[in-house]
């Protein structure tokens, strides 16, 4: 079919040169000559139904690739913002998790952000209990995130220029993790610390898959 297609079209094509020749024949310079071999061409292609065996064709997939071009673009992967929502000092608070007697909170979204969370000492027994916090990113399957933790100074403010704790690759998991000392000192010394917690896009366009960011304390 395709054969006898090209055929045919292949006819056409000779005949309107044929068309052509003789018309130029007659009179009209080049740059005329020129013109015509590009109009009737064109017209043929797009309007006349003997070459439309080729040109039908060409046409239906040159409409389709742009329509589903179009289609993709427009409806069912419709561009998203995967760059920072906000910086680091105006990150999302997810308050206090229990460093030491153990606690944790869950947060989850999509695209790059900033969180913060407060690793707590809540045991003021006289006996120490250590503290300790492990960050855990789980991407979705169909994007990768980065971690990285921040993590400020013991009963200080929230440090983002602190030096970047990288998230250890565990499957579709980045986690970070640490642990001190619960100095007891006179009257008691506050160990908590405050987590500034980076969430980084790395791949992927799914703007409906969600990372789940885990703070646990107490580990
Ligand atoms: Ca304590
Ligand atoms: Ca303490
Ligand atoms: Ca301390």
Redesign the pocket.
């Known amino acids: 079919m395709g054969q006898s297609t090209m055929g045919s079209a292949g006819w056409m094509v000779i005949a309107v040169t044929a068309v052509l020749g003789s018309a130029c024949a007659t009179g009209g310079g080049i740059s005329d000559e020129l013109e015509q071999t590009e109009d009737p061409t064109t017209s043929s292609t797009s309007s006349t139904g003997g070459m439309g065996g080729m040109a039908t064709s060409d046409g239906g997939m040159g409409g389709m690739e742009e329509m589903g071009g179009m289609g993709g673009m427009g409806g069912m992967a419709p561009m998203c913002d995967f760059g920072h929502m906000h910086t680091c000092e105006m990150s999302t608070d997810l308050g206090n998790v229990s460093g030491d007697d153990g606690g944790s909170t869950t947060q989850t979204g999509v695209g790059s952000t900033w969180l913060k969370v407060r690793i707590k000492?809540t045991n003021s027994s006289i006996f120490e209990e250590d503290l300790s916090y492990r960050v855990t990113l789980t991407s979705p399957p169909n994007v990768d995130y980065d971690l990285a933790v921040h993590q400020g100074p013991q009963d200080g403010p929230l440090n983002c220029n602190a030096n970047a704790k990288p998230g250890v690759a565990m499957g579709l998991d980045k986690v970070v993790s640490d642990g001190w000392d619960?100095?007891?000192?006179l009257g008691?010394?506050?160990?908590s610390v405050w987590l500034a917690v980076e969430i980084r896009h790395l791949s992927g366009t799914d703007c409906e898959a969600e990372w789940t960011l885990t703070v646990e304390g107490g580990i």
């Open positions: 000492e619960d100095d007891q000192g008691g010394e506050d160990d």
